[in-house]
Each structure stands twice: as C-alpha cells, then as structure tokens.
C-alpha cells in the first residue's frame, strides 16, 4: 500500500481546463458577482461542495484536490475568493471577513446553487467559511475546516494562554515557507503554489497583504460557539507539523466548536496539496453523510407534498361535481 510520502513524491499528468475525456477535471470560467468579475471552477454531479481556498493562492491551486471530490459523486463548485485568481476587490467598505462571506452567498446565487451546501475552507477560507455558516445558517449543510484560522489561542504555555491579537508580525514570517514548502513535499508543492501565488502578487500586491494581516490575527471564537449551539455539523482537519495555524490555534478551535470530529494528519499546513489522495480518503465520510441528508431531504419534501396534491385532487373533484350527482 502506497504511503502519505510515496503519494506525496508521485508524478501526475497535468491538469487540463478541457473536461471533454475527464470529466472530474474542473472547468474554468467567469461570472459576474455582484456586478464584478469572478473567477471559478466546478465540475462533477450530486450535492453541491463548496470550496474556499487560502490565503494567497486561488482556486487552481487545489485542482487535484478537488478532482478527488468530484470522483465521490459532488458537484463542486471552487471560487477565486475577492482579490485573488482574477476575481474583483471587495470594496474597501466591505473589507472583514462579514464582506467576504456575504460575497460567497452572492456566488452561490450568481451560479444558481440554492439549495444547502457542504462548506470546505482550507486556512483564509475556513475563516471565510465559519462566517458563512455563522452569518448565513440557511446556505450550509455542514462545514469542514482544514488547518483554518479561526482558533483564538496562538500560544500556550501551563495555564497561561496568549491570543491571536498578540502574535507578531515576524513569528507569523519565519514559519511561512516550511510550513507551506516542507522539504520532503518541495518538488511537488512549489510549483503548484507558484502558478498561483506570483501571478496574485504581481496582480494585486494589496490583497494578498491586507488579506494576510485579516488571516493572522482572526478570532472567530463568537462565531464558533453559535455554531456550536446551532448543532452544525463540523469536520476539522489539521496538519501535524503546521506552525501557520499552530497547534493551540486548532486546540481553540475544537474547544469553542464543543469537540466536534476534530481530527489531525500527517503533514504541514499545505498537507492536501502535496497528498490529494489522503485529503479524498478522508473527505469520503463527510461526502457520503452529505449524500444521504440531501437524499432524505428530498424524501421528506415528497412526503409532505404528497397530501397537498391529494387534497388538492378531492377538492377539485368536488367543486366540479353536479348538483343532483349525490342521493
């Protein structure tokens, strides 16, 4: 059986944005959203899957991925957030992670998602994603946060506890490239990373720092805990060895969720690129759930539309009867 480091060191036949002979390969196309460009792919057919991607980087970056989920039977739909991958600004009014997902509802109106969706975030994105869920309950199934900001803790020493509001600027720095670029993973990862990553800093220099400076010291503990008293259903994820979103960050973020499946993994903050595979075994429980909520949703809306229809039918039957038709 192939390992997470034999996966993580296998070569791949490049990704296409034609879906003619695979069809789980995303398709790339642009929207308006709110009167602005937006960028984003989507591929596959079943429950809508959502997936929100980290801070400087953009939809493409996770195409393999994603192919994993479109293979479980989802349509999955994946933004260029605001700012990256071609997508317009927020305005400069709407800047906060409240903007932000107030933009992801509009997406989902603009590309005709109605229904419930399963929300995915990795880092940036799953802040995005809790204030989706927080703010806009009726748009989400259930949600997954992998390595997500969020947490309030940055660090942790006995019973003393230093927040997110007092990490510096250059602890944030120093872990940046071993967490997103681990040796082991560096032949696969970087250039994947790259493709996105200096096309968005050559764009928009602006948004990738001020949407870091958002990531960095995100507390989402309020948001977390209405989650919580709502019973949402919540899968979170996180690497081992990630030092951008340490350890007591992800301890925070459980302890404010009120223990929901919180699960770890090998690997560094950048895991489901370099193991697409694991990040597809692991989401294959989630995927299936979502599958059979929606199914029994669907059963449900039959069932009670049923007796309508019925009593419907004898009312028409008896508007239409002729007087003397009954003795």
């Known amino acids: ?17 034609l879906t003619e002979h695979e069809p789980s390969h995303l398709v790339w196309q642009e929207i308006e959203v709110e009167g602005r460009p937006a960028r984003f792919g989507s591929a596959g057919e079943g429950p809508p899957v959502v997936f929100l991607h980290g801070w400087g980087l953009s939809n493409r970056t996770y195409r393999r991925a994603l192919k994993r989920l479109v293979e479980q039977g989802v349509r999955v739909w994946a933004p260029a957030l605001p700012g990256f991958g071609g997508t317009a600004d927020l305005p400069p009014d709407r800047f906060s992670l409240g903007g932000y997902a107030s933009w992801v509802v509009a997406f989902l109106d603009a590309v005709g998602v109605g229904e419930p969706v399963v929300l995915m975030g990795h880092s940036f994105g799953g ?18 946060l992998v390595n997500s900001i969020g947490g309030s803790a ?59 400076q958002l990531a960095r010291v995100a507390d989402l503990t309020f948001e977390l805990e209405e989650l919580k ?32 499946d919180c699960y770890t993994v090998e690997g560094s903050h950048s895991w489901l ?43 028409a039957s008896v508007e239409h009867a002729r007087p003397g038709d009954e003795r």
């Open 1 to 17: 059986m192939a390992t997470a480091d034999d996966r993580a060191g296998a070569e791949e036949p490049p990704d296409t944005d």
């Open 127 to 144: 802040g995005v994603a809790i204030q989706v869920a927080h703010d806009h309950p009726d748009r989400v199934r259930s949600l997954v």
């Open 154 to 212: 940055w660090r942790r020493s006995g019973s003393a506890v230093r927040s997110m509001a007092e990490r510096p600027l250059w602890d944030w720095g120093i872990h940046f490239p071993s967490d997103i670029l681990p040796l082991a993973q560096v032949r696969r990862v970087l250039p994947v990373i790259l493709a996105d990553a200096v096309p968005n800093l050559v764009r928009n220099p602006r948004a990738v720092w001020e949407v870091g």
């Open 229 to 260: 008293r709502r019973r949402l259903p919540v899968v979170v994820l996180w690497g081992e060895q990630d030092r951008l979103v340490p350890r007591a960050s992800f301890e925070a973020l459980c302890e404010a969720l009120g223990g929901p």
């Open 273 to 315: 690129l370099a193991d697409p595979d694991a990040f597809g075994e692991i989401m294959t429980n989630v995927v299936g759930a979502a599958s059979r909520a929606r199914e029994e949703e669907r059963r449900e809306r039959r069932r009670l539309r049923w007796p309508r229809r019925h009593r419907r039918r004898e009312l």
